[in-house]
């Protein structure tokens, strides 16, 4: 957006003016109005506004999505309301009590949690991939231009990995601002996950007990959800110890207390528990396969995306790796991958061309060309499938769609080449027919979710009150 100040005097203007409003809040995402009249609202022409990610009524209270930027714009929003702002942060409504909600509202709730943790760091995974853009396409993978032993081409990998690595400390971050506690504890929290004589013990195999307990002994570099849970749960802590502990002292107990009781929590119960449901989930992905066959490959290829956003992929790879190890092939994971990605380069691509807003059409371009050349499936993932729900639906459609015909026609990968399009060759290693019917399958992967959103578009329709 060109101007914080220009911003809120338009969205005031269009939710009816000063004199429609009762109150104007916010949380950490979201400027609220309480409005007289809810009828006056010209909703449509506030979506389109440059900055806006979206809006959604609650009640009498209208809700205008505008991520990270929310504490800017408020700040001009109560310059133009003295009298009827309230600075005082509005807890999400995952808060609110619970009496009337289904176990849906519960589940986009905690997808709004992860996308209000992630959407800020975005920009991490934006200076990755424009990074390791560079060697990819001129290193000996494409043009071979650059040399894997140089210098240059180490360094730039170097740097996106380090974006990657690193990902809890960052994440750790964001998820403290969006749970309105202290950022920094939060950064600590994500760099206890990577200390490295933690690291040196993982890798040597040794075990460790945290005041008796055991602490679960996993690599949490490139992870999401165990920062996640972690943080939310230290904020819980946060905002009951300053309630309790008198105000000289803060500075000095609340930290060390909210550090020493979450990592705790967090090594022995919440950072291994994505580890758990990786396992449980590998078995439940195979019992699928052999159930359900064609179905199962399917599946896979609708769920491969959501299940980077868990961190539960890096179970499923090393699945996919076993089996090539074994057997010389795959006849499940790996082929869901083609249809999964096709699907998300469909969806991204069709959005970029139907967006109007510069923002969205920046972002879906980007993260369309970061995955298909750099194999990096997050920005398309946290930019795009989070932020809207068709595209999340088209995306799942398409790669179901893609899978199942896969399956059908047996496709078998041989090789793990990596996660952007050169893995599609992945299907080359067998019968000239294989090759035929993985293309194929991708393809109409990518065909069914642009489809999807071209025809449906990616943004909810209007409602009427």
Known sequence: MTSYTEFAKKVIELVGGPDNIHKASHCVSRLRFDLKDMSVVKEEDVKQMEGVLGTQKVNRQFQVVVGHAVGQVFTEVEKLLPDISDHDLVKEDAEKPRGNRSPGDFFMGLISHMAGCIYPALAIFVVAGLIKTIPTIFGPGMLGLMSSDSDLYRIFFFISD????????????????????????GMILGAVLLAPGFQTLIVNGESLRYFGVPVG???????VLPVILMTAAESYLERFLKKHIPDKLQMMLVPTISVLVTSFIGLCFLAPLGQYLGVYLSSLLFWIHDTLGALGTGIMAALYCPLIMTGMHHTVNMVAITALMQNGYDTFLLVAFGPSLMATLGTALAVGLKTRKPEVRSIAFSSAFFNGVCGLSEPVIYGVLLQFPKAMAAYMLGGFAGGLLMGITNVIGYVLLGSNLLGLLAYSGGASMNFVFGIAGSVLAFIVSFAFIWILGYEKKKTVS
Not at 217 to 223: A, G, K, R, W
Request: glycine residues 4%.
């Open 162 to 185: 380090a974006c990657f690595y690193f990902l809890p400390v960052f994440l750790g971050y964001s998820s403290a601002v969006h749970f309105n506690s202290n950022p920094f504890i």
């Open 217 to 223: 002994m996993y690599d949490y570099s490139m992870t």
